[in-house]
T-cell receptor, first 112, second 117 residues
Framework: ELKVEQNPLFLSMQEGKNYTIYCNYS?????LYWYRQDPGKSLESLFV?????AVKQEGRLMASLDTKARLSTLHITAAVHDLSATYFC????????????FGTGTRLKVLA | DTGVSQNPRHKITKRGQNVTFRCDPI?????LYWYRQTLGQGPEFLTY????????KSRLLSDRFSAERPKGSFSTLEIQRTEQGDSAMYLC???????????????FGSGTRLTVV
């Protein structure tokens, strides 16, 4: 059974600092997704990573995927307050029907 | 088409009552998913439809839960005899291909927040 773990679960950081969120998963998969969720809101797609070594960047966020290590990272550069949200990774499961298995989420708070 | 629509946005119900939620996917999407998200947790897969066929149900979906997608369009999720443990956000997502669009994955609705008192 595919399990997805994120760390840290909570992250409080100062504006302007850099940090990385980690997403580990337990079984083979070559597709990984990052979503953002604001309080009380739904999930907003950030990145889709479709192969080993994939790297995508949008603004201050950069995501990468290492399928051999079963690890994805979401790197935050020079954080700003607007990035405060909960970030989820989701891994594609090919057991049964194709679907996403989500991590527990990382709650990020950027302090001014 | 403005995306995946879910109704109601919020529902408060007394324990033991039945509730039904509706999801209207993006019109050209033939795949529809229901997820449940409890406070502080990631979304958990509940069930999946391809057109009108329900192709997978999670073990989380007890006998009190039933989902339908008549004619492969909108979907409903019914919970009978609600319990306090059913309190959660119920999210619907749709896509036109396996594992969603290559650029953004599934499209999620805004969710229905259920509170059982």
């Amino acid at each position: 059974e595919l399990k997805v773990e994120q760390n840290p679960l909570f992250l409080s950081m100062q504006e302007g600092k850099n940090y990385t969120i980690y997403c580990n998963y337990s079984t083979t998969s070559d597709r990984l997704y990052w979503y953002r969720q604001d309080p009380g809101k739904s999930l907003e797609s950030l990145f889709v990573l479709l192969s080993n070594g994939a790297v995508k960047q949008e603004g201050r966020l950069m995501a990468s995927l290492d399928t051999k290590a079963r690890l994805s990272t979401l790197h935050i550069t020079a954080a700003v307050h607007d990035l405060s949200a909960t970030y989820f990774c989701a891994v594609a499961s090919f057991s049964g029907t194709y679907k996403y298995i989500f991590g527990t989420g990382t709650r990020l708070k950027v302090l001014a | 088409d403005t995306g995946v629509s879910q109704n109601p946005r919020h529902k408060i119900t007394k324990r033991g009552q039945n509730v039904t939620f509706r999801c209207d996917p993006i019109s050209e999407h033939n795949r529809l998913y229901w997820y449940r998200q409890t406070l502080g947790q990631g979304p958990e897969f509940l069930t999946y439809f391809q057109n009108e066929a329900q192709l997978e149900k999670s073990r989380l979906l007890s006998d009190r839960f039933s989902a339908e997608r008549p004619k492969g369009s909108f979907s409903t999720l019914e919970i009978q005899r609600t319990e306090q443990g059913d309190s959660a956000m119920y999210l619907c997502a749709s896509s036109s291909r396996n594992l969603g669009d290559a650029n953004y994955g599934y499209t999620f609705g805004s969710g229905t927040r259920l509170t059982v008192v």
